[in-house]
């Protein structure tokens, strides 16, 4: 009884991690240069740079208020793609969001199963989402950590309260200025499942948190640091 209990287990630890798996967003996201144009957009200027689309993880949310940014881009998304978004991975990560930042905690002999930090930094990121209209707020907020979700838009660069936010356009930065900024013109929840209990990997062992694990956002106080003519 006892072995049919244990091979029962183990079936069931290898079908829950596969069916999870398979709602994984192993893909690159897709970024391509466009002409850019400005618009003017809830007391802000937006200068749209490339079109946009990720189909990814999410490892955290959360809704800002009080800050500049707030006032068009109330959610950041902490997302990963690629073997950071399958269970087994991402799930050795502790995840946490904090002024624009997003933080990861991982002990230094895990990371290196995974590819390392310049792989783990490459493929999770920290947006910041401007929704389009209030349909696709709606919709934002309804997100959770773990879900799968697909955002198409354009990266944007910010004018707003004299400060210019510029986005990133590279997934291998980190620190200061490695956000993505989006201007989310569609959205969609593909799957919604928290990850299977049988990776636990809460552990005793010592985590260490350097500032170049951190995605956060930064700007330039009144400079056009990409030289197109803001209005």
């Keep these: 009884m006892k072995k049919s209990l244990l091979i029962l287990a183990?079936?069931?630890?290898?079908?829950?991690?596969?069916?999870?798996?398979?709602?994984?967003?192993?893909?690159?996201?897709?970024?391509?240069?466009?002409?850019?144009?400005?618009?003017n957009f809830k007391g802000s200027l937006i200068t749209h740079l490339y079109s946009y689309?990720?189909?990814?993880?999410?490892?955290s949310s959360?809704?800002?208020?009080?800050?500049?940014?707030?006032?068009?881009?109330?959610t950041d998304l902490g997302v990963?793609?690629?073997?950071?978004?399958?269970?087994?991975?991402?799930?050795?990560?502790?995840?946490?969001q904090e002024n624009r930042f997003l933080i990861y905690l991982i002990d230094n002999r895990k990371i290196k199963n995974i590819g390392g930090e310049d792989y783990a930094n490459s493929h999770i990121a920290n947006i910041h989402l401007i929704?389009?209209?209030?349909?696709?707020?709606?919709?934002?907020?309804?997100?959770?950590k773990?879900?799968?979700?697909?955002?198409?838009?354009?990266?944007?660069?910010v004018q707003l309260?004299?400060?210019?936010?510029?986005?990133?356009?590279?997934?291998?930065?980190?620190?200061?200025?490695?956000?993505?900024?989006?201007?989310?013109?569609?959205?969609?929840?593909?799957?919604?499942?928290?990850?299977?209990?049988?990776?636990?990997?809460k552990t005793k062992e010592k985590d260490r948190l350097s500032n170049k694990y951190r995605k956060t956002l930064d700007y330039s106080q009144g400079e056009n640091t990409r030289g197109y003519n803001l209005k």
């Design 10 to 39: 183990t079936l069931t630890t290898f079908l829950a991690a596969e069916y999870n798996d398979f709602y994984s967003a192993k893909k690159e996201p897709t970024q391509k240069k466009i002409k850019p144009y400005q618009e």
């Design 53 to 59: 689309k990720i189909k990814s993880r999410v490892l």
């Design 62 to 74: 959360k809704i800002y208020s009080g800050d500049s940014l707030s006032k068009i881009a109330k």
């Design 80 to 96: 990963a793609w690629g073997k950071m978004s399958e269970t087994q991975n991402f799930n050795k990560f502790k995840w946490d």
């Design 131 to 144: 929704a389009r209209n209030q349909k696709i707020e709606n919709i934002l907020k309804k997100i959770n």
């Design 146 to 157: 773990y879900d799968i979700v697909e955002i198409q838009g354009t990266l944007v660069d």
């Design 161 to 201: 309260d004299n400060k210019i936010y510029i986005t990133s356009d590279t997934r291998t930065d980190s620190g200061g200025g490695s956000c993505e900024i989006i201007m989310v013109e569609k959205v969609k929840i593909i799957h919604s499942r928290k990850p299977n209990v049988f990776y636990n990997t």
